[in-house]
């Protein structure tokens, strides 16, 4: 199977939300009516209700209730309100995917997109767009579990997905990887350049034609929440610094191995609505 005939499988490419969607197309339209968009957010129910609930977590730190979504956009901007939508939506659009230890994912996914955004602060890369393309960046692991469940099955029983071999594995046994899947899921459901070429980049930035800042930042992110889901002792966390990707962002060791909050600290507020 290559990547067009996992796409063409009826089950690998779900439906989003239409106020999903128009938030995305929002992404190049620099006069976008947020008023409209608004009105969308506030229309759906359940949509509405998870937006107050992200808005009013502590990862925001608001010292007042947020009540409505115009609120919402009030105090914490049309571009915060935006990212948690679309969080939202992504979460959504992926239930019950055979294989898939859901927790597991969506937390590595989370801590992804929350460390993401916090480094993203320190090397003035948009911190919205880092959580975003973070929480995406291992998507295409979902859309392969459901467009071919049975190469993936026996995929899972070589080894998991946090394995920092996954990629290599997949390319020999696929000819593509999950990263090359969230890419054209990014391309498909519209996202603007930038997230698609991040999240293709993600696996090995070093090895792009084009260094992409997003998406070593994002790979960075990525392999620290994973050492942490693996438990990896400090000496072992040392032992696999890449300083040469670092530098090129430039992040300096400190700033990923001593002086970052834990991520439990970072995701506070959001880790219920994932896992």
């Known amino acids: 199977m290559n990547l067009e005939s996992l796409f063409q499988?009826?089950?690998?490419?779900?439906?989003?939300?239409?106020?999903?969607?128009?938030?995305?197309?929002?992404?190049?339209?620099?006069?976008?009516?947020?008023?409209?968009?608004?009105?969308?957010?506030?229309?759906?129910?359940?949509?509405?209700?998870?937006v107050l609930r992200m808005a009013n977590s502590a990862y925001f730190e608001v010292p007042y209730t947020v009540a409505t979504v115009v609120d919402a956009v009030t105090k914490l901007g049309f571009t915060n309100v935006r990212t948690l939508v679309i969080s939202i939506g992504l979460k959504g659009s992926f239930q019950s995917i055979p294989g898939i230890n859901a927790p597991q994912f969506w937390r590595h996914s989370l801590h992804t997109a929350v460390l993401s955004r916090y480094l993203g602060a320190r090397v003035a890369?948009?911190?919205?767009?880092?959580?975003?393309?973070?929480?995406?960046?291992?998507?295409?692991?979902?859309?392969?579990?459901?467009?071919?469940?049975?190469?993936?099955?026996?995929?899972?029983?070589?080894?998991?997905?946090?394995?920092?071999?996954?990629?290599?594995?997949?390319?020999a046994a696929f000819g593509f990887t999950h990263a090359d899947v969230g890419a054209e899921l990014a391309r498909r459901?519209?996202?603007?350049?930038?997230?698609?070429?991040?999240?293709?980049?993600?696996?090995?930035?070093?090895?792009?034609?084009?260094?992409?800042?997003?998406?070593?930042?994002?790979?960075?992110?990525?392999?620290?929440?994973?050492?942490?889901?693996?438990?990896?002792?400090?000496a072992q966390l040392e032992a696999d610094w890449s300083s040469k990707l670092a530098a090129k962002i430039p992040l300096s060791r400190n700033e990923v191995l001593q002086d970052l909050p834990s991520l439990a600290t970072l995701s506070a507020g959001l880790d219920d609505l994932f896992y």
């Open 9 to 50: 499988q009826p089950k690998a490419l779900p439906t989003i939300p239409k106020v999903m969607q128009a938030l995305i197309t929002s992404f190049n339209d620099e006069d976008v009516a947020v008023a409209h968009l608004v009105k969308l957010i506030s229309a759906d129910q359940v949509l509405s209700a998870n």
């Open 189 to 234: 459901w519209k996202f603007p350049t930038v997230f698609s070429k991040a999240i293709a980049g993600a696996g090995n930035p070093l090895a792009q034609p084009d260094f992409d800042p997003l998406a070593a930042l994002v790979h960075i992110a990525a392999w620290r929440s994973r050492a942490d889901e693996n438990l990896l002792s400090p």
């Open 125 to 171: 890369i948009k911190p919205d767009l880092a959580f975003t393309v973070g929480l995406m960046h291992a998507i295409g692991e979902l859309v392969m579990h459901l467009g071919m469940p049975q190469e993936m099955l026996q995929m899972d029983k070589v080894l998991g997905l946090l394995d920092p071999n996954r990629l290599a594995t997949e390319q």
